[in-house]
C-alpha cells in the first residue's frame, strides 16, 4: 500500500465481530458466501454490545455487505449514524468449506491451508476459496478510504478471519501473525492512530461486556 502523510485526521477505531449465528454454534464455516441472520444468542451479543458503548461519540459505523454484521450494529442507528456498507471488509470466502458439517477430511484440509500461512504462502487458499492475500488487498482498499474521510471515532463490525488480517493491516504485521489474535463474537479491539496508516491496539478482544 502506498502510504500518505495526507491522513490528518487522527482517528480511534473500534473493531468488533459480529454477534452469534447458527454457523458459529454448530462450529461450521462461513464467509463471504453464507449470508447468515443472528441467532437468539447473537442478537443478545448485539444488544448487550450496544448497551456497553452507547455513549461513545462514533462518528462513524462501518460493516460489511453481510447482514449478520448490520445485526449486530442495529441499535446504534437510533443514536448514531446509519452504517455505511463495505464489501472490503467481507469474510474471506473459504471455498468448498463454507456451510459444510466438519469432518476430519475438511479439518485436515482447513489444516493444511493454515499451515500454508503461518509459512508465509499468503496465495494458498481452500479450494474455490479466497486467499489471504486477496482479502488484505481488498481491505488495503477500504482502509484507505476510512482513511480519507474526516471522521476520528469509528466502529466497524466485520469476521473472524477478516478481523485477524485486518488487524495485521492496521499494526502493520506480516500476515502470518494473523492467528495471534483471538475473536470472540462482539469481542472488541480498540486502536489509536499513530501515523499515516499505523495503529497500536490498546484493548485487546475485550468481552466483559457478555458477562
Not at 449470508?35 to 448487550?48: E, H, I, P
Not at 463495505?86 to 468448498?96: S, T
Not at 481488498?138 to 488487524?167: D, V
Request: aromatic share 10%.
Amino acid at each position: 500500500m502506498t502510504q500518505s502523510s495526507d491522513y490528518t485526521t487522527r482517528k480511534t477505531i473500534y473493531l468488533t465481530r459480529h454477534g452469534e449465528t447458527d454457523y458459529n454454534k454448530q462450529k461450521i464455516v462461513q464467509g463471504s458466501g453464507i449470508n447468515s441472520d443472528l441467532n437468539d444468542t447473537g442478537k443478545d451479543q448485539a444488544l448487550r454490545f450496544y448497551q456497553a458503548y452507547k455513549n461513545v461519540p462514533f462518528d462513524a459505523v462501518y460493516v460489511s455487505e453481510l447482514k449478520r454484521t448490520h445485526q449486530t450494529v442495529a441499535h446504534f442507528a437510533n443514536t448514531h449514524k446509519q452504517p455505511t456498507i463495505m464489501p472490503e471488509f467481507n469474510e474471506i470466502n473459504w471455498g468448498i468449506l463454507e456451510g459444510k458439517e466438519p469432518t476430519p477430511e475438511r479439518y485436515q484440509h482447513f489444516l493444511d491451508v493454515s499451515a500454508a500461512w503461518k509459512a508465509g504462502d499468503y496465495q494458498a487458499a481452500v479450494e474455490g476459496g479466497e486467499s489471504p492475500l486477496k482479502m488484505w488487498e481488498r481491505q488495503q482498499i477500504g482502509l484507505q478510504k476510512i482513511m480519507q474521510e474526516p471522521h476520528e471515532t469509528i466502529l466497524i463490525c466485520m469476521h473472524g478471519r477478516a478481523i485477524r488480517s485486518f488487524l495485521c493491516l492496521l499494526t502493520q504485521r506480516p500476515l502470518k501473525e494473523m492467528d495471534q489474535f483471538p475473536h470472540e463474537n462482539t469481542g472488541l479491539y480498540i486502536l489509536e492512530h499513530e501515523m499515516e496508516l499505523k495503529f497500536n491496539i490498546t484493548t485487546f478482544n475485550r468481552t466483559d461486556h457478555l458477562n
